[in-house]
């Protein structure tokens, strides 16, 4: 039987089930270094199951040793923000679970597709990539395809049109410099910037930048898990169905925009094998010169972490 | 499009929101006096909308006027009990938030159905019911759908079948002394009795019963969700699809069963209107003693209620 592994059952990890059973996607198995959590949020799951008509399993997981035989692992384990944090707050923390995981997964499952969550995205896809080696093609992180729900959500709004139409795209850092391709969203194919007015589009780029803050702010003690689960789970039903679907998410750059040894968003085809085509949009030179120097923000923030 | 209004946004409330959502069954007003928990939900929901298809509205408020209208309530608002707090504590507790709903309730919505799952659920009923002053199938509690399902579940998995095919109906009050009728319960239409031994089935219905706790026991601090919100959504939908589904509910009794003036889960049909119609079916002498213990059992909670409540006084 086909299935992928979660590994962190909180808030994310337990949706992110949750959701794929919603969908009948595949199995899956639920793992949490805290005794009892992943066992006990698979079965609230099951139980639902006659009245949701689940057509697949989810179980927990009492070993990482499961992975050895999955398709998909979804990393979501580690620390969430409070109010005030910022992403990067987070990486100290996350990235030394994040490195030990690595290590893991690329010893039992070296042939899995990795999908990853646990924030500062960009930077903890970085330091998975750099710790286990494995090809780039196989290892997503959940960026760019979250701002570009969010995104489609502000749009809808702005436009009092069903958010199911419109199509965008995010690329660079999951943060305030994130590049927001206004001149790639659309409405049915109809370019977004001839049915806003400037105005409007600044709005919804400003709202996209700061959603998740405002959430962590709002809920206090707590991030946002459904948008982020959505993502991810939008991702790995391309995955499994082999869809081929275009989706913006962060991967390790090589070359790429003069980049690389770095992971940001960028839109790529995604099906069985994970990112089966990078594709390049062309940037303005503005445009270029921001992601330049995100990656040499990230690239700054991984050396500070090296030294210590 | 019609509307649900689901006070508190726990995860019981935030989850039966999603449900909703999914299925595009209504607009949907989350209401928590917590400032910015429902608004902070209400927003992550709507950055889902584009990936998930939902068109309804969903808006997240701390005021209770946003659900002006609406053709369906969830009460969902109450504390869960901690260690060391006793029954009477949790009580109090919980009957003044449902005052207070309520009251907001019977100002805001009076044309809507009210479906009631703070616990505990049978007293919490009574509460809803004389504040409100709604006619008696205006207010339901949701526990035998809940109970159900985690019965269907635990025979699918003993049976290794899909959990969509179990069929099964459950009488009495929410968890200890909830009453399943096994010989109503069947595989694709084979009663269950035939398939697995008299003591897997009592194995299965002691599951069942303490099937709440035994997640509370995994979870250490947070209590089940995500089959309290199906079975939440599984009655909102009856209701404002006016289904007319036959459902295990809490409903106001007047004579049916023997009972009278409590709520008590006995099967239901559900649609626009409500609790429309109570299904009374022979018990086996068995059973009715079981029914009897529950009913006992949600007497006590009503007696300990009227020690301290009258309707329409005291603080809200």
Known sequence: ?308 | MKKVAVIGSGNVGATTVYYIAEKNIADVVMVDVAKGLAESKALDFLHTAPLRGYHGQIVGTTEYEAIAGADVVVLTAGIARKPGMDRMELLKTNVNIAKQASRAVARYAPEAVVIVVTNPLDVICMVALRETGFALKKVIGQAGVLDSTRFCYFIAEALDVWPGDVMAMVLGGHGDSMVPLARYTSVGGVPITELLEEKVIEELTARTRSGGGEIVGYLKSGSAYYAPGASVAKMVEAVIKDEKRLLAASVYLRGQYGYRDIFLGVPTVIGGGGAEQIVEIELTEEESTALERSAAAVQEGVSLLESFYSPGTGDV
């Open chain 1, 1 to 308: 039987m086909h299935y992928v592994t979660v590994i962190g059952s909180g808030n994310v990890g337990a949706n992110t089930a949750f959701f794929i059973a919603e969908k009948g996607i595949t199995d899956v198995a639920l793992y949490d270094i805290r005794d009892g959590i992943a066992t006990g949020k698979g079965l609230d799951i099951m139980e639902a199951a006659p009245i949701r008509k689940y057509r697949n399993r989810i179980w927990p997981a009492k070993t990482l040793d499961v992975i050895a035989d999955t398709e998909t692992v979804i990393l979501t384990a580690g620390k969430v923000r409070s109010p005030g944090m910022k992403r990067e707050d987070l990486f100290e923390e996350n990235r030394s679970i994040v490195a030990q995981l690595a290590a893991e997964i690329a010893r039992l499952a070296p042939h899995a597709r990795i999908l990853i969550a646990t924030e500062p995205v960009d930077l903890i896809t970085t330091e998975f990539a750099r710790c286990s080696g494995l090809d780039r093609s196989r290892i997503m992180g959940i960026g760019g395809c979250l701002d570009v729900t969010r995104l489609r959500y502000f749009a809808s709004r702005e436009l009092g049109l069903s958010p199911e139409n419109i199509s965008a795209t995010v690329i660079g850092r999951h943060s305030d410099a994130m590049i927001v391709m206004l001149r790639y969203c659309s409405v049915s194919g109809l370019p977004l910037t001839t049915l806003l007015s400037e105005e409007q589009q600044r709005k919804i780029v400003e709202q996209t930048r700061r959603a998740g803050d405002l959430i962590v702010n709002m809920a206090q003690r707590s991030s946002a898990f459904y948008a982020p689960s959505a993502a991810i789970v939008d991702v790995v039903d391309a995955i499994h169905m082999d869809l081929r679907r275009v989706s913006c998410v962060s991967m390790l750059f090589q070359g790429e925009y003069g980049i690389s040894g770095v992971a940001m968003s960028l839109p790529a085809v995604i099906g069985r094998n994970g990112i089966e085509r990078v594709i390049t949009p062309k940037l303005t030179e503005e445009e270029q010169q921001l992601l330049r120097s995100s990656a040499g923000q990230l690239e700054k923030i991984l050396q500070t972490g090296d030294e210590r």
